[in-house]
């Protein structure tokens, strides 16, 4: 039962992470609740996450998405922050933390749902100073996604829009090139302080690589209108989640 409950999670939070992002706000309870410490369940998460994207990116590419190179960089830049990130994690606790994450993903949805009609429809943006931005912006999202992965994607949607005004689906493309190179990192920090299940990390990859597969493919069919539909649902309930963790079971 484990296992079915394991791969059934890692799907839904596969499909949520690739679309948007904080489907680690379902596998981080679930891995706690199977009796993992949270600072370990936060280790073995990114075994899932990890695989998953390279799913991501296989699904991405199949249907013609390649952002090449400037994802790599973005990559290497939140590598760095994440290192950092990771070392902060393997002994620190928060819940505050999570109230303001809560905060943030609100701030989000506005964002999403009042930003400027021409928004979507400016020029990309990723040479000069505003690759030079992103590179920065990755490096601070890297350190908060070395701490703790749940939520990540949405700043990282939130970066890609503002800063380089690239497209959701062309962001969710990014985001999973630069969550691979960044989980290397803080998966290498969290191995070597033993805080890491393998067993349940690959057993939880298995659901996380297959809803990332179907849903990054699935994503480029429907385009943006659908994502942001999809971000907007979940960032909402996620943030509840934050804020009301009584509320939830997992």
Same mark, same amino acid.
């Given at each position: ?23 680690? %706000?379902?596998? #981080?309870?679930?891995? =706690? /609740?199977?009796?993992?410490? &949270?600072?370990?369940?936060?280790? !073995? ?57 809560? %905060?943030?993903? #609100?701030?989000?949805? =506005? /964002?999403?749902?009042?930003? &400027?009609?021409?928004?979507?429809? !400016? ?60 989980? #290397? ?66």
């Amino acid at each position: 039962m484990e296992i079915l409950y394991l791969i059934l999670i890692g799907f839904i939070a596969g499909v949520i992470n690739t679309l948007a992002g904080g489907g680690s %706000l379902l596998t #981080l309870p679930m891995l =706690i /609740f199977l009796g993992l410490p &949270p600072n370990m369940a936060n280790g !073995t998460n990114r075994i899932a996450i990890f695989i998953q994207n390279i799913f991501g990116v296989a699904g991405y590419r199949s249907k013609g998405i390649n952002t090449f190179p400037y994802s790599i960089y973005f990559g290497i830049s939140a590598m760095l922050g994440a290192i950092i990130g990771a070392q902060i994690a393997v002994d620190i606790k928060g819940e505050l933390f999570n109230k303001i994450l809560a %905060l943030v993903m #609100l701030m989000a949805v =506005i /964002f999403f749902v009042t930003k &400027p009609r021409n928004f979507l429809d !400016t020029v990309e943006r990723v040479t000069g100073k505003y690759f030079w931005f992103g590179l920065v912006a990755f490096f601070f999202i890297g350190i908060y996604g070395g701490f703790i992965q749940a939520g990540t994607g949405f700043f990282i949607l939130i970066a890609l829009g503002f800063i380089n005004h690239l497209s959701l689906v062309k962001s969710n493309a990014v985001k999973t090139v630069v969550v691979i190179i960044y989980t #290397l990192s803080a998966l290498a920090v969290f191995i070597y302080h033993n805080k890491v299940n393998w067993f349940y990390g690959l057993i939880l990859a298995i659901g996380n690589a297959s809803g990332a597969w179907l849903s990054s493919r699935w994503s480029v069919k429907k385009g943006d209108k659908i994502i942001r539909i999809f971000l907007i649902i979940v960032v909402i309930i996620m943030a509840i989640k934050l804020w009301f963790p009584q509320w939830f079971v997992f």
